[in-house]
């Protein structure tokens, strides 16, 4: 299980910065979530801030496998990725005593070789790359039609729930993983939310993982403190970040019910035309992109819930 970038059928995504190692670090701020899903779907809400709900899934429409969920939200161009992703993953109502957030399922991987205990039939591996890619629209896994490429618009906005159990403790000059990763169809452009999974320790923190002004390197900028309640303490958790492309302000919460500007655990703000001539999302969203850390050396997986795209900052 290498490090590895994901592998759309753009090579743009396998990025020099990578965010492997930092030669930049900056920042630091100081924050608290809430929402329900289906199946994954275009999004047809709006909200009082005049964001547009664009994506949407809860997992509810799962027929018990890939071919038969027509909106599973997953796909690739690639056989072989999808082959990769089918092997690791698997959409469940229940593991280890973890309920759906809502619902009566989630998605659930396998980030280690390691097997999971107790088993889940339908993961017969395990590995930090499973390219949960959304808005693909690929050829393989799932063909949900949605594109990314639809959001013309300069404003990213995304939420989702998680449950995280193990360890990806950051390398030297890693960050650990690439926990959300917006993909953009410039070299090097791709934003990443950054997480270290480190047990029994603080070093839950979320960062920026970007590109330089310059788009010469990769950087982590804006870390926050230690998360709290910790990630790992077997509760679902909301993570949520924005994008503007246009002015370049990017920020993150944790646990927050009702996302706002003034409530976000961490805010940085880009320079100038700092996304490497990107202008507005394209390419996929990722949750796990892959990782900037020490794989892991014993059980390590996740699951996910509830995953929302807007074109904006909702009012919730």
Not at 8 to 23: E, H, N, P, T
Not at 130 to 151: E, L
Not at 200 to 219: K, V
Not at 274 to 290: K, R
Request: glycine share 14%; charged share 10%; aromatic share 12%.
């Amino acid at each position: 299980m290498n490090t590895r970038s994901f592998g759309l059928i753009l090579s743009v995504l396998v990025l020099a910065s990578g965010c492997g190692s930092d030669s930049e670090n900056t920042g630091n701020s100081a924050g608290m979530g809430g929402s329900a899903g289906t199946g994954g779907s275009a999004g047809t809400g709006g909200s009082a801030t005049g964001a547009n709900l664009v994506f949407q899934t809860g997992f509810e429409d799962w027929g018990g496998d890939i071919a038969s969920t027509p909106e599973y939200p997953f796909s690739t161009n690639y056989q072989t990725y999808c082959n990769e992703h089918q092997s690791v993953t698997e959409v469940v109502g229940t593991y280890d005593g973890i309920a759906p957030h809502s619902g009566n399922y989630f998605f659930l991987q396998n980030d280690s070789e390691t097997p999971l205990d107790p088993p889940v039939d339908g993961i017969v591996s395990g590995s930090v790359q499973a390219y949960n890619q959304i808005g693909v629209a690929g050829q393989y896994c799932g063909q949900n039609p949605w594109s990314i490429d639809s959001m013309t618009g300069s404003e990213f906005y995304t939420q989702w729930w998680a449950v995280i159990q193990g360890e990806f403790p950051p390398s030297d000059g890693g960050s650990g993983s690439k926990w959300g990763r917006l993909g953009v169809h410039t070299p090097e452009g791709d934003v990443m939310l950054m997480m270290p999974w480190q047990a029994g320790t603080s070093n839950h923190q979320l960062n920026f993982g970007l590109p330089s002004a310059d788009c010469s390197h990769g950087r982590h900028v804006a870390y926050s403190s230690a998360l709290s309640p910790p990630p790992d303490d077997g509760n679902w958790h909301k993570y949520a970040f924005y994008v503007n492309f246009a002015t370049g302000q990017l920020l993150a919460w944790y646990d927050e019910p009702n996302p706002t500007p003034g409530n976000a655990l961490i805010s940085f703000t880009h320079e100038t035309g700092g996304f490497c001539g990107a202008t507005h999302p394209s390419v996929a969203f990722v949750i796990q992109g892959n990782f900037s850390a020490h794989q892991p050396q014993s059980e390590a997986w996740h699951a996910v819930d509830d995953i929302e795209i807007w074109d904006g900052i909702p009012s919730q």
